[in-house]
């Protein structure tokens, strides 16, 4: 990456500013401002991830870049959250999205703001970003949308096909821990302990709300920008990572708003594009001051007329859990450009052209899920990508098509299509579509779910006939992958996937009648049809490292107990700010185990430990989260423990059960 010292402007920054709410909380804003006399616009970024700390390095990285061109760039702390006033609700909340609004009128209403404003922000900020969007505060005139989603329920972390994610009760026992740290003393003063205290004492368990609606109702709805379209007014630009697990949404923009909106999809993982891996990445902050340049300061830059679709096209690479750089070409494309479908039929154990009844059985393996990866990558502990798909491919039923005479381009969502027989009421279908290499390696190019139950909707769950016909159809999803000659195409099916998705409470078979799956093939590119600059970033934030990091991934496999548990450990270590003097630090370790044949033995398991100090004062916030079920409930234990210095100051236990449906 290209460190840049010199920008047009020089800036200055502002570490602490109050932006009071109507309701008199005051939000903490960080603020790094070019030196002119002459109004400029204005950037925001909103979040609950703590300016102070949690998104320091990064920021480093790209606010004083963007005002370094003319911009001033506001980073935000959510209503109880970082050194922010009031309290945290939940995700997404009503009372954050107004305080959003009322934050973007408060930056067009001062003298160096030109009036117009910008939001960008990558997954929680992408999300908010979206949502104030639909609000359409008038100041509002462009967004930039990373790794985020249009529909809460059906394409976030929470559900996917209507099934239950691992990830659900792992993400709140995220944010139980880490909104639950204080303020910083230097920022707020000597009432810093009063408000923890108070914050502390109204954390909510998110993980009894969220495991709570299981259907897409109201709760979901809310928030979920799919909705309404045409509530959004603001430029989009939004984008993506292939191997993030947000693929879908720059897709559903482009076609679906009606206000201007521009995709970009590349090889990476849930990171900003120019420090994201898999690699290349690219001149990201470049891409946004084309973005605001033309939207914010009324450029004729060109950027209105950006192909409305410009993705990375994956090239076939060996299995493995971590890339450095991810092998491709950049492709273009206009919204609903038409493409090819192949359509390949499931007949007994291959995937043909021609039409014949499936006659094959999906029956139920607990083990398979294993080389699944993390929903999406992130950082949090080692080895995140999917493996080798064989070991979950023995033990699923699998299709393959013939040895590939041409290669083709897949670009899009593929879809398969089903008639099959349940033996059970309750069932869910996981779909893998897999690169199949020469020497038997097998990749992941997309995977899809559904919650039979849901077969008709995400509203209801209807219950399955017993052993009679139904006829369904599974998204898999967006993917731009070259599947090269030589190779073949392979379709996973399985009735559980653990621990990406919560198993049913009952083993379920599958007779499948007949099936079909469609594939988007676009003609072959023959090269590069975009072309970007390398990276580029301001100079990072300066820090030392106090203790050593260590991660570790293990699958273990205890064959008396018939017991296979998958662990994860990371711990980051102890790093100093070099400017602020704080030091924080963070350890973390997941355990996700299931019992052959015992569905309901689907344990979850979630420990975080946050460290803050600086000289004399020390805080410790730990946070531990356990899942289980039965066939007619979830149960939910979770504890929050607070320790200043050598001495617990707070503790409180939660201990929820919620019906399944």
Not at 292 to 302: A, Q
């Amino acid at each position: 990456m290209q460190i840049v010292q010199e920008f047009p402007f020089e800036v200055h920054e502002e570490p602490h500013v109050w932006i009071e709410m109507p309701d008199g909380v005051r939000l903490s804003a960080r603020m790094w401002r070019p030196k002119t006399s002459k109004p400029v616009p204005a950037i925001l970024e909103y979040l609950p991830y703590r300016k102070r700390d949690g998104t320091a390095e990064r920021d480093a990285l790209t606010h004083p870049y963007l005002a370094g061109h003319g911009y001033v760039c506001v980073r935000v702390d959510m209503r109880g959250c970082g050194d922010s006033e009031g309290l945290f609700e939940d995700e997404y909340s009503p009372q954050e999205l107004r305080d959003g609004v009322t934050t973007i009128e408060w930056l067009a209403d001062q003298e160096w703001c030109n009036g117009n404003v910008g939001m960008m922000g990558i997954s929680w900020g992408g999300f908010n970003g979206l949502q104030i969007a639909a609000l359409a505060p008038s100041a509002l005139k462009a967004v930039a949308s990373l790794c985020s989603t249009t529909d809460r329920y059906a394409d976030d972390i929470h559900y996917k096909g209507g099934i239950m994610l691992g990830e659900n009760p792992a993400w709140a026992a995220t944010v139980l821990g880490w909104f639950a740290l204080p303020p910083d003393p230097e920022i707020v003063g000597e009432r810093w302990r009063d408000m923890w205290l108070h914050r502390l004492e109204n954390t909510p368990c998110l993980a009894e709300i969220w495991t709570q609606h299981q259907s897409r109702d109201a709760y979901w709805k809310h928030g979920s920008v799919c909705e309404n379209y045409d509530a959004i007014q603001a430029a989009i630009l939004s984008v993506g990572g292939w191997h993030d697990g947000y693929r879908n949404t720059v897709s559903h923009l482009v076609e679906n708003v009606t206000a201007p909106v521009k995709g970009l999809l590349g090889p990476w993982n849930h990171k900003y594009p120019h420090f994201a891996v898999p690699g290349p990445q690219i001149d990201f902050i470049g891409e946004l001051l084309t973005w605001w340049d033309c939207w914010l300061k009324g450029e004729g830059n060109g950027a209105d007329n950006l192909p409305d679709m410009r993705r990375w096209l994956m090239e076939s690479v060996p299995p493995d859990v971590s890339y450095g750089c991810r092998p491709g070409r950049w492709i273009v494309d206009s919204a609903g450009a038409s493409v090819d479908i192949m359509t390949l039929h499931l007949v007994a154990d291959k995937l043909t052209r021609t039409p014949a009844p499936a006659a094959q059985y999906v029956r139920p393996d607990l083990q398979c899920g294993q080389m699944a990866g993390e929903y999406f990558p992130f950082g949090f502990g080692p080895g995140e990508l999917p493996g080798d798909q064989r070991k979950d491919d023995l033990l699923s039923t699998c299709f393959d098509s013939a040895v590939l005479q041409d290669g083709i381009d897949m670009v899009g969502a593929p879809t398969l299509r089903v008639i099959l027989r349940s033996n059970t009421p309750k069932a869910q279908l996981a779909v893998r579509l897999c690169d199949v290499h020469p020497n038997g390696e097998s990749t992941l190019i997309s995977h899809g779910f559904l919650n039979l139950r849901h077969r008709s909707g995400h509203e209801a769950a209807i219950d399955l006939p017993l052993d009679a016909d139904v006829a369904l159809e599974v998204a898999l999803d967006q993917c731009a992958y070259h599947v090269p000659v030589g190779h073949r195409l392979r379709i996973a099916l399985s009735t559980s996937y653990w621990p990406f998705v919560w198993p049913e409470p009952e083993l379920t078979t599958l007779k499948l009648i007949e099936g079909t799956v469609d594939l988007p093939v676009r003609p072959q590119s023959n090269g590069n049809e975009w072309k970007f600059d390398g990276p580029k970033a301001a100079p990072p934030r300066q820090t030392t490292q106090l203790s050593e990091v260590h991660e570790s991934k293990r699958v273990i496999r205890d064959v008396g107990a018939r017991l296979t548990t998958q662990e994860i450990h990371s711990d980051d270590g102890l790093v100093k700010d070099m400017e602020t003097g704080l030091v924080s630090g963070t350890r973390h370790r997941e355990v996700f185990s299931i019992v052959d044949c015992e569905p309901t033995s689907a344990q979850a398991k979630f420990s975080w430990e946050r460290h803050m100090s600086r000289g004399d004062w020390s805080v410790v916030v730990k946070a531990d989260l356990e899942m289980t079920g039965d066939d007619v409930s979830y149960f939910i234990k979770a504890r929050l423990v607070a320790e200043e210095g050598d001495k617990q100051v707070f503790q409180k236990n939660w201990d929820v059960t919620v019906p399944r449906p």
